[in-house]
């Protein structure tokens, strides 16, 4: 990525003019561009108005701003406008897939796959459906390395019902062959259920190319707005999905006898929608896979978090958490310095201005295997810098100080 990219990109975010500020919990929540609140703004000042409802100008406009970000989002990630429902959240959208679509094809005695390295937001609802209908809840390991243990997921696809994992670790940032996993699973007539919320703000992502039964993400982590997330589908598992949430516009008729649902994504998006959030993210997704272009974004963060990792990695009393190779990793870094915990870490370091996450990252799980009640996770976005880095690592001497 060009130099002027983060420097130009950082001038784009409001939050981060203010002195001293070193973002570096993108992984959580990322930073909203200029682009993205003026779009949103523009609808509420000239535009505002129901979506679907109404055939007057404003609501034909509202509508039409709607429904273009959604087959702009789509098309940007090579999957069909149908096909794609906007939800609250990613633990929305998941949870559509594991009750709206589990209920109706889990039962006991069936085996659902989860991996290690889950997000509670795809941990959770499978666990409440097993418990639910009497399935099993099957962990697919790691290695010691962060990775997937390719060869036990083998093992376990045959009879399974279902495999839940993350396309990008929010922890240890391990990229998941996503692609080459759908295709195995699909083999054995297992359904894939894939989070992306990590994924599509950092990687290049092509749905149509990894073809996922459901693929879901947010908008928060992808320079969007809160309050919108999405979910895409195979057209034939959408239609064998009940929806979570009865109401308005989601129905084709309603009688005392019979209700009948409309078809995707209709079905799934009951009640007035996230309208604005959604024309948001639609600005969001256009300035960050049209303007900036995701093989940028990817250049720029793998070279920083390559930095971090080298930089980092000289610490002696600092332990790395993930793969040791940065091609195999999101951009992020998970890391325990001895003798401290990462909530103090955390806590000393804002101080200074550079904002970090510290906890177990909604990963219990995970944390279990890595030997970890708790990690310090720093994570980069386009307006990352160098510097900003230097400030983590620096910012560690502080820590030291203070607890020596």
Known sequence: MAATTSLDVRSQFPTLAREGVAYLDSAATSQTPDVVLAAMDEYYRHHRASVHRGTYPLAVEATDLFEGARTRIARALNWAARDTVFTRNASEALNVAAHGWGRKHVGAGDRILVTRMEHHSNFVPWWMLAREVGAELVEVPLDGDGLLDREALTRLLPGAKVLAFAHVSNVVGTITPAADIVREAREHGVVTVVDGSQAVPQIPVDL??????????????????????????RRDVLLDTEPLIGGGHMISSVSFDDVKWAAPPSRFEAGTSAIAEVIGLGAAIDWLVGDLGMESVRAHELELTAYALERLGAEEDVTIHGPRDVEQRGALVSFALKGVHPHDVSEILGRRGVCVRAGHHCAQPLMQHLGESATTRASFAVHTTREEVDQLVDGLAEVRRIFA
């Open 208 to 233: 149509g190319a990894i073809d996922a039964d459901f693929y879901a993400w947010t908008g928060h982590k992808a320079y969007g707005p809160t309050g919108v997330g999405v979910l895409h589908g």
